[in-house]
């Protein structure tokens, strides 16, 4: 039976290209919704039914367990479901699967935020704060550390290519953004260049909205 496609409610940002990386790899067919986050499209009301905490990227899935529609949030939580969905880049073996969660979940709860406060007082905070670029600027080149460390001896984060890599790949590739110098970090700059040729990847980081 022929997949419907998923609607991707999506932004060209980090978090919104994780998504568009993982239904590309996956092959799944999708449509993007687009939502303009800089005109408060994710506070509209009918968006908020899908994505309670008014973040974007979210997906709904007409095919969702048991044939009916489910609705994801979180981009952790839809990189688990569509691997889940697809067997594909989530493993099933508990072993190799809490590998790849641990990974995941330190993006999501310390790569993401921190790197994304120093984007914010580093470009775009209307007044400089010095403590705050130097404290998240320093936080940032710490997990820097911690990946770089992670991938000696390793071609990918946990493994083989799973969603922790795609997790992690969006926000990484921003490195100068966020006050780093890559040549500090000579596993992850391979890293990088390794899943820039994924045309997965490559049709994943597209910004185009349709």
Same mark, same amino acid.
């Not at 239904?23 to 005109?39: A, F, H, M, N, T």
């Not at 989530?90 to 809490?98: G, H, K, L, Q, T």
């Not at 921190?114 to 940032?140: C, D, L, N, S, W």
């Given at each position: 039976?022929?997949q ?13 290209? @994780? ?5 590309e790899?996956c092959?799944?067919p ?7 986050i800089?005109?408060?499209?994710q ?5 908020? @039914?899908?994505?309670p ?9 007409p ?6 529609p489910i ?14 969905k697809? @067997?594909k880049?989530?493993?099933?073996d508990?072993r190799?699967r ?6 995941l979940?330190w993006?999501?709860?310390?790569l993401g935020?921190?790197a994304?406060?120093? +984007? +914010?007082?580093? +470009?775009y905070?209307?007044? @400089? ?13 710490r997990l ?18 799973s969603?922790?890599d ?5 926000w ?11 040549d500090d ?12 040729e ?10 185009a909205?349709?």
């Amino acid at each position: 039976m022929a997949q419907h496609p998923i609607d991707l409610h999506f932004w060209p940002t980090p978090n919104g290209h @994780k998504i568009r990386i993982m239904l590309e790899e996956c092959g799944l067919p999708y449509r993007i919704k687009p939502v303009d986050i800089s005109k408060g499209n994710q506070f509209k009301p009918r968006y908020l @039914k899908i994505s309670p905490n008014n973040k974007m990227p979210a997906i709904v899935d007409p095919d969702g367990p048991g044939g009916e529609p489910i609705s994801v949030f979180e981009s952790g939580a839809i990189l688990q479901y569509l691997g889940r969905k697809t @067997k594909k880049l989530y493993p099933r073996d508990e072993r190799a699967r809490i590998a790849v969660d641990e990974w995941l979940f330190w993006q999501v709860a310390g790569l993401g935020p921190m790197a994304g406060q120093a +984007h +914010h007082f580093r +470009h775009y905070a209307p007044e @400089k704060v010095p403590y705050g670029i130097e404290r998240y600027t320093k936080e940032t080149t710490r997990l820097y550390g911690v990946l770089d460390k992670r991938l000696k001896g390793r071609s990918f984060i946990a493994g083989d290519y799973s969603i922790a890599d795609i997790a992690s790949y969006p926000w990484l590739i921003h490195w100068e953004r966020q006050g780093q110098a890559i040549d500090d970090f000579p596993r992850i700059k391979a890293w990088l260049k390794r899943l820039s040729e994924r045309e997965g990847v490559q049709r994943g980081m597209s910004a185009a909205l349709k």
